[in-house]
């Protein structure tokens, strides 16, 4: 079994955007903490800040019976050497019950030391890359690889985003070694402009007319610091950003993860429950039923 890791004194949390977040604090006057006593929760609201787990602990956990566990341990710490603990951002993704990873690497931070090519060759050392090309002048935010159980990364994904009249907007192109197509525009959407999301799940042809809306705007989950909606080609998708952990356990079961992560969840429940969870699926129609044909869920290592 994989050694726990555990967050160090005075090292910096970061979300799935690569932007530094406090950690839930579980004290009398926490408005999570009332919002778990209303909810008759109370076996996970004191942790010792001392033993505090990772969220790279589920990384591991979700990895560990895949080929992909063991180059990825050795790919963490050539990462951290690289470009430091916590700067690499990674998405555990459920693909019709199959578990795939996809890296992200955000340059906002780390400009200089965010090299596409030089990402690439460190990729290379662990996994069948294919030759990518891509001009690192454009003014492009992040890009990204999926890597499947076969240990090939054959495309990347490069990210472009801009604040448009107070409104954040990113969009993404799918590169491979022959082609450059369009994949996904993002939108975000804070708390005071939630009820304008609604209508615009609404408006698109993956969903139907028997579809209702709590069905994609989970109730469960509204309690987030921000969501993201994805346009995509074949589906749509939503992003809620900062969940709790009591939430983030209600994802885990909707969304049918591996039976051994959630009870791994569960079990370190107090050790976890500092982080604020970032989550996300996607949706169309299929045979005239919304279907969720995948799901994820993220992290820093």
């Known amino acids: 079994m994989q050694t726990l890791e555990f967050v160090q004194k005075d090292e910096i949390l970061y979300n799935y955007i690569l932007l530094p977040y406090n950690p839930i604090e579980f004290t009398e006057h926490s408005v999570i903490r009332d919002i778990l006593l209303k909810s008759g929760i ?8 001392n033993e505090r787990l990772r969220i790279s602990n589920l990384l591991y956990k979700s990895l560990e019976k895949t080929p992909l566990y063991t180059p990825i341990n050795e ?4 990462l951290r050497n690289k470009i430091g603990l916590n700067q690499t951002v990674w998405g555990i993704k459920n693909i019709n ?3 795939e990873l996809e890296l992200y690497f955000y340059r906002h931070l780390q400009h200089s030391i965010m090299e596409f090519d030089a990402i690439l060759d460190i990729l290379s050392k662990y996994f069948l890359v294919e030759r990518l090309t891509f001009d690192e002048n454009l003014p492009f935010t992040m890009f990204s690889f999926d890597i499947a159980e076969n240990m090939k990364i054959e495309n990347a994904n490069i990210y472009f985003s801009k604040y448009y009249e107070e409104s954040f907007h ?3 192109y799918k590169l491979s070694a022959k082609k450059i197509e369009f994949e996904n525009h993002y939108e975000v959407y804070t708390q005071p402009n939630y009820y304008q999301i609604p209508e615009k799940i609404l408006s698109s042809p993956f ?3 028997e579809t209702t809306i709590s069905e994609i705007l989970l109730p ?3 309690n987030c610091s921000l969501i993201f909606l994805a346009t995509k080609r074949n589906r749509n998708g939503i992003y809620y950003q900062g969940i709790s ?7 885990l079961r909707k969304f049918q993860y591996p039976k051994e992560l959630i009870k791994f969840v569960e079990l370190y429940r107090n050790q976890l429950n500092y982080i604020l969870f970032d989550i996300g699926f996607d949706y169309s129609i299929i045979d005239n ?3 969720f044909g995948k799901s994820g869920f993220y992290g820093t290592f």
């Not at 790919?75 to 050539?78: A, G, Y």
């Open 42 to 49: 109370t076996n996970n609201l004191k942790t010792d800040k």
């Open 75 to 78: 790919l963490i710490k050539d």
């Open 97 to 99: 019950g199959k578990v």
């Open 170 to 172: 990113s969009w993404s």
């Open 207 to 209: 969903v139907n007319s």
């Open 220 to 222: 469960q989950l509204m």
């Open 245 to 251: 952990i009591n939430q983030f356990i209600v994802f």
């Open 289 to 291: 039923k919304l279907d």
